[in-house]
């Protein structure tokens, strides 16, 4: 039997130290099974599905072997969207805390190219992207994968779907042919299996089912019209006040449309879509996860891209068009063990829909709209509020830093004080929503680590 302690692991005491701040104090099966063979050099495929704890299980993998003193890439993990290369990379920094100067770059669209291509110069051990941006620096020159040890390919399955088989491949050849490749992936289709073979050496395979009644998510479903998909929305939040929540809807318009007609019915909603520039949807996805928002309305592009831990309830605005799409979305929900809500509006034209999830789930719970409250009695408000500081990694700041500012100058209690989320150029500080306005001012004429900072209330 395979045990799930961490310390039966070939693991420095380092990165031991590490998993029990971070409060791993098991493996989930994924690690338990996926752990030894990364460790021990081989290859691997591992299908899991989303939210099993696959990022630590190659994130601890890629980093125990990385040789700090040499700032060459040592270690591609590859990932469908900025998104999720973004929570990858916030992931991987926080299990190399207590490894020392390790440099980790996120290469994704979205943002100026030149910033990313300074950091590289600058050398970096660890890198984080999408394939379209990875292959435009292999293709400029501005990245090197000569010394490269360990490729991943996480969500493998999507990146197929996405198109980007093509830029994988070219991505491949650019690589050292003695490394070792780990994949993850949801499913694992006929094609994915042929690539596989293509680049892989006798991989190990490790499959963990789908979430079963261990991490159960309670499914109801409610007929309507499609003019009332909105209001509808309204009572499902009235009825179960869900915090936080994530609304998929089908189109982006739909989605901007569904946060605007919350947010006028006095709830905290913020829309995630393709529209916006990477800046803004770093932002309401750090307000989501800090708990400054709701109910973030969010298109398909973002279900696999979204990995918060807490999210109450899943609401499909409108049906998904394939099963896979609706597996992944009521997936956000219920994460850890934990159980999840996945609520889901069905208009008649979408009724066909139904039978492959029919399928796959048994007969499904209906329920009538009609019976619940049309609006909420209280605004459904979330419970914090962002400070966003004009500083961040590039001025030497660190959580440490604005935690002692807060609690110093501004006079907050601790537990006023929540998530701290620092990027290059900026820092988000979620303090609970009846201290927010009282901390800004200190904030703002005090000083953090000796040095002025512009600070906004968003």
């Known amino acids: 039997m395979t045990s799930d302690q961490f310390n039966t692991l070939p693991l420095p005491q380092s990165m031991l130290a590490t998993l029990t701040q971070l409060g791993y104090q098991r493996m989930t099966p994924i690690q338990a099974q996926a752990l030894p063979p990364i460790l021990a050099g081989q290859d691997l495929i591992a299908q899991s599905p989303t939210g099993s704890g696959k990022t630590a299980a190659f994130g601890i993998g890629l980093l125990t072997p990385l040789n700090p003193r040499f700032f060459g890439c040592q270690a591609l993990v590859l990932s469908p969207t900025r998104e999720l290369a973004g929570q990858i990379t916030d992931e991987l920094r926080k299990l190399a805390r207590g490894m020392g100067n390790i440099k980790i770059v996120t290469l994704s669209g979205g943002v100026p190219f030149g910033p990313q291509a300074a950091s590289l110069e600058q050398g970096a051990h660890v890198i984080v992207g999408t394939p379209g941006r990875v292959q435009d620096h292999l293709k400029r020159g501005t990245l090197n994968l000569e010394k490269l040890n360990c490729l991943v390919l996480d969500e493998a399955d999507r990146m197929l779907d996405m198109g980007f088989v093509d830029a ?5 050849q650019q690589t050292p042919s003695r490394r070792q490749t780990l994949l993850f992936s949801a499913t694992y289709p006929e094609s994915l299996e042929q ?65 605007d007609y919350l947010n ?51 609401i499909n605005v409108e049906l998904a068009a394939d099963p896979a799409a609706h597996v992944h979305r009521i997936g956000r929900s219920g994460r850890a063990g934990q159980p999840g809500l996945a609520l889901s509006l069905v208009a008649p034209r979408e009724l066909k829909r139904l039978r492959p999830i029919e399928e796959a789930y048994g007969e499904l ?26 500083g961040g990694r590039k001025d030497k700041l660190r959580p440490g830093d604005l935690l002692g500012a807060l609690t110093g100058e501004a006079g907050l209690s601790g537990d006023a004080i929540g998530k701290i989320s620092i990027s290059d150029y900026q820092a988000l500080v979620a303090i609970r929503r009846d201290q927010a306005k009282l901390a800004l ?18």
């Open 168 to 172: 994988i491949r070219e991505i491949i």
């Open 195 to 259: 690539l596989t073979g293509e680049f892989q050496r006798n991989p190990a395979q490790v499959r963990i089912e789908q979430s079963g009644p261990e991490n159960p998510i309670e499914q109801r479903f409610y007929e309507i019209l499609p003019e009332q998909r909105f209001a509808a929305v309204l009572r499902l939040l009235a009825a179960n006040r869900p915090q936080p929540c994530i609304a998929f809807c089908h189109t982006r318009q739909q989605c901007q449309e569904l946060a």
């Open 264 to 314: 006028k019915e006095g709830i905290s909603a913020q829309a995630l879509h393709g529209d916006m520039e990477q800046r803004e949807r770093d932002q309401v996805l750090a307000l989501f996860a800090n708990q400054s928002c709701s109910v973030l309305t969010a298109t398909d592009v973002a279900a696999r891209g979204i990995d918060i831990a807490g999210v109450a309830a899943v």
């Open 365 to 390: 719970n209906w329920q009538d709209i009609e019976r619940l409250p049309e609006r909420p009695d209280r605004p459904l408000i979330a419970p914090m509020r962002t400070l966003a500081v004009a």
């Open 441 to 458: 001012q200190p904030l703002e004429e005090g000083k953090i680590k000796g040095r002025r900072f512009k600070v906004r209330l968003i």
